[in-house]
């Protein structure tokens, strides 16, 4: 094993490595993913933290009416990862939990790597029940998952002891779930005292090395443990000291007060969501870093030949996005056809459906959740009906699960299935089963519009957009979280509804349908040159902005060395350069 000096480690429940890796859900793991590619791309003394998620998250089948059902998601990690010889361990309800560490290494575009450890209790000395805490995301009970997030957070900074990262400048938690990493440096500050006797000036020590990203408004997001169920995991001079420190108050730990109480920077995920999380933690100071993408991940092996000929930096520095507005039109489409063209086929391979190239084709693939509304669109058949007969033909390409848990997004997919059975001699359709990175990759790049219907104030950011944008698809987006900062109407795309929340959905629905059958239809099949411009503005504008290289200088220079010297992470860097390591 390579050693690497890191000066942050970044923890997220689920990391999106590779598209046939089922170690991540969704945006969430997307998001981890991409601001790690784009460490190794800018050089960042970084390191990622994880679970192994031996039986993923699911493998999604559904049926001719759209019932969701799951099987695991199985795969050799022995097959694709190396394994590391170093072993922590963990206490949970008096039995010491063995962990071990698998590496995946990420590689920047210049050669630079950043290690991700994912943690693994799988180990034959392990009682059978704690050998499964790493097989799955987002599985379980309180107790499993609470067990879990112990793994992630205690066992996470136990290991990267044994690994050699001892003194690093920042811990980012990605959402709550590695929460309990503060407890855990907590007690290597204490340094064998009780917890319980923690003082604010040891607790400030800790704050001041941690940094916490909230991502949703809705309350499922943020997960909650009974007092009881804490006590009987963590014992009692953990559960003490949370409630020594103001962490466990009334009868539940919730594990975003905790991050938030531990954490010196805190931030929302897009300048909405930083004003909605204010209100929801008042007593916090809570800034927001707008998420974005990575652009050598998400650009499509069409638009990325397209930007090697034209804006050869774009690799190095995303800014060079701005530079597509000098790109032709011509050659915009021409990548488009290409891009669509793969989608299309594919496609056809998966489902059986052969789609028409030169119609009117949206896009709308996100996770089944109820507030998503993926049904919207549907709510007027014979509109959409009309739309189509009388103003231009139109496709629609779904994707998305539903946690297996989620019976209000489980119904979203059925809703949507119905209203494809019913539209399919007028409106031929598909929902893509299994949705995962490669079918987002080929959707987001493949549609001619980007679909987006989530009900306010609820889509702290969402990126499926974003990676639209750097292929030059436009929005057609309800005006929540990142489409607030990245809509400019008629240039990026197209608002459904006023920025204002509406007091009925009625006027959202109402607005859809006017500018699908007024606006955007007429312009797709009348002015194609227009339709070529909005692609290279959606490139230029929000391309050269919604990325992950900007998002994470922001998390350098904002949080991550706040009132610290950047210098050993500047010297990190320095090494590797002459090293050749980068």
């Not at 109480?261 to 930083?274: D, K, L, W």
């Not at 916090?284 to 870093?289: D, F, L």
Request: charged residues 20%.
């Amino acid at each position: 094993m390579n050693f690497h000096p890191i000066g942050a480690a970044y923890f997220s429940m689920e990391i999106a490595l590779e598209a046939s890796l089922p170690t991540y859900a969704g945006g969430l793991g997307i998001l981890a993913g991409d601001t790690l590619r784009s460490a190794a791309d800018m050089g960042l003394p970084m390191a990622g933290v994880t679970l192994l998620h031996r039986k993923g998250y699911f493998e999604q089948h559904l049926d001719a009416r759209g019932n969701q059902s799951e099987t695991p998601s199985i795969w050799g990690p022995e097959k694709v990862l190396q394994p590391l010889d170093a072993r922590s361990s963990i206490v949970i309800e008096g039995h010491t939990i063995a962990i071990r560490a698998w590496q995946y290494t990420v590689r920047g575009y210049s050669g630079h790597t950043v290690p991700v450890y994912l943690l693994d209790t799988a180990l034959p000395e392990n009682p059978p029940f704690f050998q499964t805490l790493t097989d799955h995301l987002y599985g379980g009970d309180d107790y499993y998952r609470l067990c879990q997030e112990v793994v992630l957070g205690i066992g996470g900074i136990a290991m990267l002891r044994q690994l050699g990262h001892h003194h690093l400048m920042t811990y980012h938690m990605n959402e709550g779930h590695a929460a309990l990493l503060a407890l855990a440096l907590l007690e290597e500050h204490v340094a064998g005292r009780s917890l319980a006797e923690s003082s604010e000036e040891e607790i400030a020590f800790v704050r001041r090395k941690c940094v916490f990203t909230t991502h949703t408004p809705v309350p499922a997001g943020h997960d909650q443990f009974s007092n009881g169920l804490v006590r009987r995991i963590l014992g009692d001079e953990r559960t003490a000291a949370l409630q020594r420190t103001g962490c466990l108050g009334g009868k539940v730990l919730n594990m975003t007060d905790l991050a938030l109480r531990f954490s010196h920077y805190i931030n929302g995920v897009a300048m909405q969501h930083g004003e909605v999380s204010r209100g929801m933690f008042p007593e916090y100071s809570i800034r927001a870093i707008t998420n974005g993408v990575h652009a050598g991940t998400w650009a499509s092996p069409p638009f990325q030949e397209l930007y090697d000929r034209h804006i050869p930096e774009w690799r190095r520095d995303n800014l060079y996005f701005r530079y597509a507005i000098g790109i032709p039109l011509k050659e915009i489409r021409d990548a488009h056809v290409l891009a669509k063209t793969a989608l299309i086929a594919e496609v056809a391979r998966a489902t059986g459906v052969q789609l028409d190239a030169n119609v009117l084709t949206l896009g709308f693939a996100r996770r089944a959740t109820a507030y998503k509304r993926a049904d919207l669109l549907f709510s007027d058949l014979e509109r959409l009906r009309s739309i189509a007969r009388n103003v231009g033909p139109l496709r629609i390409i779904y994707g998305g699960k539903a946690h297996p848990r989620d019976e209000a997004g489980k119904e979203q997919i059925r809703h949507v299935f119905a209203a494809m059975a019913a539209l399919k001699d007028t409106i031929p359709s598909v929902y893509v089963e299994n949705y995962d990175m490669r079918w987002a990759s080929l959707i987001t790049s493949g549609v001619d519009l980007w679909i987006n219907t989530p009900e306010r104030p609820h889509e702290a950011s969402g990126t499926s957009g974003m990676k639209a944008a750097l292929n030059g698809v436009p929005s057609f987006s309800v005006p929540d979280g990142w489409w607030l900062e990245g809509h400019v109407e008629g240039a990026t795309g197209w608002d459904i509804g006023r920025e204002e929340i509406p007091e009925t959905e009625a006027d959202e629905i109402a607005a859809l349908y006017h500018k699908l059958e007024k606006i955007i239809v007429p312009l797709f099949y009348g002015r194609p040159d227009a339709c070529a411009e909005m692609m290279r503005l959606s490139i230029a504008l929000n391309g050269s902005f919604f990325n992950t290289q900007r998002m994470l200088s922001q998390y350098v220079l904002d949080a991550y060395f706040e009132g610290k010297s950047a210098m050993p992470v500047e010297h990190a860097v320095i090494e590797r350069r002459r090293s050749g390591a980068a």
